[in-house]
């Protein structure tokens, strides 16, 4: 007679995991929306997803794998394509493509149908291992991320900037010149050095006139000046 298989419901409250309360609680809201049962209890904060499908992998014969410290052989993955891996929510973690044979983690081991549509979309066999989705999730961005450079593979020219050109600084001095706030600068300067210019014209006046009248000599006159 053969042994019949026990629940994945029936091995969570022997363990002690959850308890009837919480079970009955998960069947109703099962019984309202549909869907796996041991979900349910995830979606309820009974249980935690690493321990529900620790105990699917049991009660299903499969391995639980742990995609942190197996990295997922890219040939593989390449084979199924990422397209499908993200449609299906899986990642190979074994197999042979010339047997088209592939054992693919997946959050989700008790759905068979969907593993039957994966291997009638992807034409792998395909056999079930556990892992969390966060998990798989993270392996695909990391087995479908661009290859980084080898040593002593050439990188990339960095691009530099074209040399500054006479045509340049003209163009820009002709920008300068159409900003008002700056014309007004230039126009003050202007000024300034012409009233610099009628000082010293004045100043070279009032030294020559006091040279004549003989009371400064030119020599006294250039080193008071030369101190001020």
Do not use: W, Y
């Amino acid at each position: 007679m053969a042994r019949m298989r026990v629940s994945v419901e029936e091995l969570l409250l022997r363990h002690r995991a959850i308890d009837e309360d919480q079970l009955r609680k998960a069947r109703a809201l099962q019984q309202k929306s549909g869907g796996d049962l041991g979900r349910m209890l995830v979606e309820l904060g009974f249980v935690k997803e690493e321990l529900l499908l620790r105990a699917q992998a049991h009660q299903l014969g499969i391995p639980l794998v742990n995609l942190a410290k197996e990295t997922p052989p890219r040939d593989l993955a390449l084979a199924l394509t990422q397209a499908v891996c993200k449609r299906f929510g899986v990642i190979p973690v074994s197999g042979n493509l010339e047997n088209k044979l592939l054992r693919v983690a997946t959050s989700n081991p008790t759905d068979l149908e969907r593993l039957a549509m994966l291997a009638q979309t992807s034409g792998f066999r395909i056999v079930a291992a556990a892992a969390t989705a966060a998990s798989i999730e993270r392996a695909i961005a990391q087995v479908f991320a661009e290859p980084a450079p080898q040593a002593g593979e050439p990188l990339p020219p960095e691009i530099q900037p074209e040399p500054d050109t006479i045509e340049d600084r003209l163009g820009r001095l002709e920008r300068m010149l159409e900003d008002g706030q700056f014309a007004a600068v230039l126009a003050r300067i202007e000024r300034l050095e012409q009233i610099a210019e009628r000082d010293h014209q004045a100043l070279n006046a009032l030294g020559k006139i006091l040279i004549e009248a003989g009371l400064v000599t030119r020599e006294d006159l250039v080193k008071r000046l030369g101190r001020g």
